[in-house]
């Protein structure tokens, strides 16, 4: 399975500022995504991040809050712009490998907007 | 867009005991079905994963049965141990397309294991 990981691994931000969370693979992945785990809750899909194009939102999610990276097969970027304390949540990364799409998350973000 | 529903939300079982854990899901064109169990403070840890062309699979203790014309699928943990206690999700996904990939996740079951 491949090892991913998160930077920050968790952060406290002011309202109205932005915070970009970042992503690695240890190997090239066909497809990552970004999640949004709130406290006790399940895990919803914020958008897949294509490699070389714009990345695909969910409902719910639009591209100037939400807006997303991934510039190469290992490595992808998820932006929380203009925060609110609504935002305050878990972010997660996860990638799938090969054409049985097992699906491998990173450790997270906690993100706490004040 | 598919929907993931998953029963119960809580569950306690004595150490040693069976524990079962139910899901449905709405769209037919769903083919991948994958159990993630969640620690506190950890992230999802995907445990076992079921492909629409079986019914059964089975891990050590763990197992997993998918009825798709019922459009059901559950886990289940046999002789259930007290490291066992955590939060388990299943999940739905369709493996073509622009769905490629994208996980639905049910709301999740707080699984207790009491010694």
């Known amino acids: 399975s491949a090892v991913i990981s998160q930077k920050p691994s968790r952060d406290i931000c002011q309202r109205g500022t932005s915070l970009t969370i970042q992503c690695q693979v240890d190997?090239?992945?066909?497809?990552m995504f970004w999640y949004r785990q709130q406290p006790g809750q399940s895990l919803t899909l914020i958008a897949t991040a294509n490699q070389g194009s714009e990345a695909t939102y969910e409902s719910g999610f639009v591209i100037d809050k939400f807006p997303i990276s991934r510039p190469n097969l290992t490595f992808s970027t998820l932006t929380v712009s203009n925060m609110s304390p609504e935002d305050s949540s878990i972010y997660l990364c996860s990638a799938s490998t090969g054409s049985y799409n097992e699906q491998f998350f990173g450790p997270g973000t906690r993100l706490t907007v004040l | 867009g598919e929907n993931v529903e998953q029963h119960p939300s809580t569950l306690s079982v004595q150490e040693g005991d069976s524990a079962v854990i139910k899901c449905t899901y709405s769209d037919s064109a769903s083919n991948y079905f994958p159990w993630y169990k969640q620690e506190l403070g950890k992230r999802p840890q995907l445990i076992i994963d079921?492909?629409?062309?079986?019914g059964e699979k089975k891990d050590q203790r763990i197992a997993v049965t998918l009825n798709k014309t019922a459009k059901h699928f559950s886990l289940h943990i046999t002789e259930t141990q007290p490291e066992d206690s955590a939060v388990y999700f299943c999940a739905a996904s369709m493996g073509g397309g622009t769905s490629y990939g994208k996980l639905t996740f049910g709301q999740g079951t707080i699984l207790t294991v009491h010694p």
């Open positions: 190997s090239q992945v066909t497809m």
């Open positions: 079921i492909r629409s062309n079986v």
